[in-house]
Nanobody, 126 residues
């Protein structure tokens, strides 16, 4: 079993920065990937970003490209999402996710993850 625990959410003004962390425990999956989704009030959960197990391949949704950076530290079993130049429309609950097997990181938006974290709230004030 895999457990994902997010942290780092909070309230920030527009233009500010936050770094989310996702601590992982349990099995490892070198053929898989990890990533982030978000869900704003009244909206469906949407893909944000993903990264390969070895960290050599990343993928972002267009709305966060150039502002968000995904990374991972496998020695610490931790996934990160550095969010800069935050906008009010980034306000959402952010969820950590894991795919045990994925052919290409670019496919992660279309493949349901195998594991989810409980979510962390990010609120950006204007």
């Amino acid at each position: 079993q895999v457990q994902l625990v997010e942290s780092g959410g909070g309230l920030v003004q527009a233009g500010g920065s936050l770094r989310l962390s996702c601590a992982t425990s349990g099995r490892t999956f070198s053929s898989g990937a990890m990533g982030w989704f978000r869900q704003a009030p009244g909206k469906e959960r949407e893909f944000v970003s993903a990264i390969s197990w070895f960290g050599d391949t990343t993928h972002y949704t267009d709305s966060v490209k150039g502002r968000f950076t995904i990374s991972r530290d496998n020695a610490k079993n931790t996934l990160y999402l550095q969010m800069n130049s935050l906008k009010p429309e980034d306000t959402a609950v952010y969820y950590c996710a894991a795919w045990t097997i994925i052919q290409r990181v670019a496919r992660t938006p279309a493949v349901r993850p195998d594991y989810w974290g409980q979510g962390t709230q990010v609120t950006v004030s204007s």
